[in-house]
């Protein structure tokens, strides 16, 4: 990869890039706007429930660590697509891991939830 050197027009060229991967990424992938939507869901229960700094800290981690693992699985699908349209082992094994790692993300994200939100309603229902 050629060395262009570091200009400011450059760094803000790279995040439009960012966006339109950002973009991309909820517009295709019906998965992502699943997530869209549970994050809109924990975005409102964690200010009806008000829920503290940390609380917010650790959400926002899962959350961001969702689409990251997201985004990252959709790259790998689309780079396995381009190499070959047919079916070969390895492939499906890289997209295998690639989806396992969304699953896990979103498994931790739903438990922290859950250790954040339970206690609360609980508390609001007794």
């Known amino acids: 990869?050629?060395?262009?050197?570091?200009?400011?027009?450059?760094?803000?060229?790279?995040?439009?890039?960012?966006?339109?991967?950002?973009r991309a990424l909820v517009?295709?992938?019906?998965?992502?706007r699943i997530h869209c939507v549970?994050?809109?869901?924990?975005?409102?229960?964690?200010?009806?429930?008000?829920?503290s700094r940390m609380e917010w800290i650790a959400l926002l981690f899962a959350i961001g660590?969702?689409?990251?693992?997201?985004?990252?699985n959709s790259a790998i699908e689309a780079l396995a697509d381009t190499i070959s349209a047919d079916?070969?082992?390895?492939?499906?094994r890289?997209?295998?891991l690639a989806a396992g790692a969304v699953l896990f993300a979103a498994l931790t994200a739903a438990l922290i939830g859950l250790l954040i939100f339970v206690p609360r309603?609980?508390?609001?229902?007794?």
């Open 94 to 96: 890289a997209k295998d």
């Open 65 to 72: 660590l969702v689409f990251a693992m997201e985004a990252i």
């Open 1 to 22: 990869m050629k060395n262009e050197g570091s200009s400011w027009r450059k760094r803000i060229r790279s995040f439009g890039y960012a966006l339109q991967g950002w």
């Open 27 to 32: 517009t295709h992938e019906a998965n992502a």
């Open 121 to 126: 309603i609980d508390k609001m229902l007794n």
């Open 87 to 92: 079916y070969h082992p390895l492939i499906g």
């Open 38 to 51: 549970a994050t809109i869901a924990v975005l409102a229960a964690g200010c009806y429930l008000e829920v």
